[in-house]
C-alpha cells in the first residue's frame, strides 16, 4: 500500500531534488561539461555560475505552489547559463522542474492549463538550439546532444505525468472507499433502525396484548372470586394461559436477536406462525373469555398462510380486539375473507369514550406490518358511531421481508 507523504515530506522532498539538481549542475560546470575539458570550450565556473546554478534550481520549492512559474524561472535561468557559455550539456533544473510540472499540472488544472504546460516544455529545446547557436556553437555538432535532450525532456515528462496519474487514481479509490464505508454504515443504521422498530412492534402486539388481557381477567377474578367461583378461576386460568404464550413470543424474539447479534451461522429457527383459522378463532375465544362479546365470521374457503401473513393477520386481529376491549363498548364484530389473492380482516366495534380520545402506536405498528407486506391498513370513526378495522394482506408479497 503506498504511503502517504504530508505537507513537510513534500517540501523536504522538493528540497532534496532541488539539492541533488544543484550538486550536479556545480559538477557538471565545474568539470567543464560532460566531454574531454580540454576540448570542451565551456566558460568555467565562476561566482555567477553559482549565482545562476543556485537561482536555477531555488524555484523548484514552488513545485507544489506555483508550477508554472517554478519551470518558467528554472527554465529561462538555465537559457541564461547556456548563452553566457557555462558547459551545461545536461540542464538538471529544467529536467527536475518538468517532471514537477507535469506532476502537477492535472486533474482539477483545465486541459487549456496542461496543453500551454506542455507546449511549454516541447519549445524549450529549439529556444535552446537557438541560443547555442548565436553563441557560435555548430548546430550540426550539436545534433547527438540535441537529441538525448528531446528523449530526456519525454521521457521525464512521462514520469511525471504518470507519477500526477497515479496520485489522482489512489485519491480516487480513497474516496471510493470513503463512501462505500459511509453508505455502509447509513445501510447499518438503516438496519439497526428498522430492528428496533421491529422489536417495538413486537413487544407492543404481544406483551402488550398480554397485559391487557391480564388487567382485564385479573379484575373479573377479583370481583367474581365470591359470586361466581367457576368464572374466577377460568379468568385466573387465561391470565396463565396468556403470561405462558407471552413469554414464549418474548424467548422467540430473544432467540432471534441473539442468532442475529451472531451472525448468519445457520438456518433461522422454526417460526411458529399461527397460520391456520383455528388459531385466529382460538384467539377470539380468548377475547370471549375475558369478557368481550365477539361476533366472528370467516368467509372463503380456509387457507394456509405464509408465515409471514400468517403472523401479521394474527398481530392485526390481535390488536383490534385488545383495542376494542380496553377502549370499546364491550363489543366487537370480526370478518375474515379469504380472496383469492389476499385475506382481509376487519374489525369494527362501538366507539367507546376513551378510544375516541386516545391515539396509540398500535395501528402505527400494524400499519408497518402490512406495507411490509405490500398490504393495506385504514383505521377509524365510521358513520354510525363504530370504529372500523380493515387490512388486507397478499399472500405473495412483492418483497420478501419478514412481518
Not at 119 to 127: D, M, N
Not at 286 to 299: K, S
Amino acid at each position: 500500500m503506498p504511503v502517504k507523504m504530508g505537507a513537510r515530506g513534500r517540501v523536504a522532498a522538493d528540497a532534496a531534488v532541488a539539492l541533488a539538481a544543484g550538486a550536479f549542475t556545480i559538477a557538471m560546470l565545474r568539470a567543464g561539461g560532460l566531454g574531454t575539458p580540454a576540448t570542451t570550450g565551456y566558460r568555467e565556473l565562476d561566482a555567477a555560475g553559482f549565482a545562476l546554478t543556485a537561482a536555477s534550481v531555488a524555484p523548484l520549492l514552488l513545485a507544489r505552489r506555483l508550477p508554472g512559474v517554478m519551470w518558467a524561472v528554472t527554465s529561462v535561468v538555465s537559457l541564461v547559463m547556456l548563452g553566457l557559455g557555462y558547459a551545461l550539456d545536461v540542464p538538471p533544473g529544467p529536467l527536475a522542474a518538468t517532471y514537477l510540472l507535469a506532476e502537477a499540472v492535472g486533474g482539477g488544472h483545465t486541459p487549456r492549463r496542461r496543453l500551454l504546460a506542455a507546449a511549454g516544455v516541447a519549445g524549450y529545446v529549439p529556444v535552446a538550439i537557438a541560443v547555442m547557436a548565436l553563441d557560435g556553437q555548430s548546430v550540426l555538432g550539436m545534433s547527438p546532444g540535441l537529441f538525448a535532450w528531446v528523449a530526456m525532456f519525454g521521457l521525464v515528462w512521462i514520469a511525471g505525468d504518470r507519477t500526477r496519474l497515479r496520485r489522482e487514481r489512489i485519491v480516487e479509490l480513497e474516496d471510493h472507499a470513503r463512501l462505500r464505508e459511509q453508505e455502509i454504515q447509513v445501510q447499518r443504521r438503516l438496519v439497526a433502525a428498522e430492528e428496533r422498530t421491529r422489536i417495538a412492534r413486537e413487544l407492543h402486539d404481544s406483551a402488550g396484548h398480554a397485559i391487557n388481557v391480564i388487567l382485564v381477567q385479573a379484575g373479573a377474578a377479583r370481583l367474581l372470586h365470591r359470586q361466581d367461583p367457576d368464572r374466577s378461576v377460568q379468568a385466573i386460568t387465561t391470565i396463565e394461559e396468556v403470561a405462558s404464550a407471552t413469554i414464549t413470543d418474548i424467548d422467540r424474539l430473544v432467540r432471534a436477536l441473539r442468532q442475529e447479534a451472531a451472525g448468519p451461522t445457520g438456518p433461522a429457527p422454526a417460526d411458529p406462525a399461527p397460520a391456520d383459522t383455528a388459531a385466529l378463532e382460538q384467539l377470539v375465544d380468548r377475547h370471549r373469555a375475558g369478557g368481550l362479546r365477539v361476533t366472528a365470521t370467516f368467509d372463503g374457503a380456509p387457507r394456509g398462510l405464509p408465515s409471514a401473513v400468517a403472523w401479521a393477520a394474527y398481530r392485526i386481529l390481535q390488536e383490534g380486539l385488545t383495542n376494542a376491549a380496553r377502549h370499546g363498548a364491550g363489543t366487537a364484530d370480526v370478518r375474515m375473507s379469504y380472496g383469492p389473492a389476499a385475506v382481509e380482516i376487519v374489525v369494527s366495534n362501538p366507539v367507546g369514550e376513551r378510544q375516541r380520545r386516545r391515539r396509540g402506536m398500535g395501528i402505527v405498528g400494524m400499519r408497518e406490518r402490512a406495507a411490509l407486506l405490500d398490504g393495506l391498513l385504514d383505521a377509524g370513526p365510521v358513520d354510525g358511531g363504530v370504529f372500523r378495522l380493515r387490512a388486507r394482506l397478499p399472500y405473495q408479497a412483492s418483497m420478501g421481508i419478514s412481518a
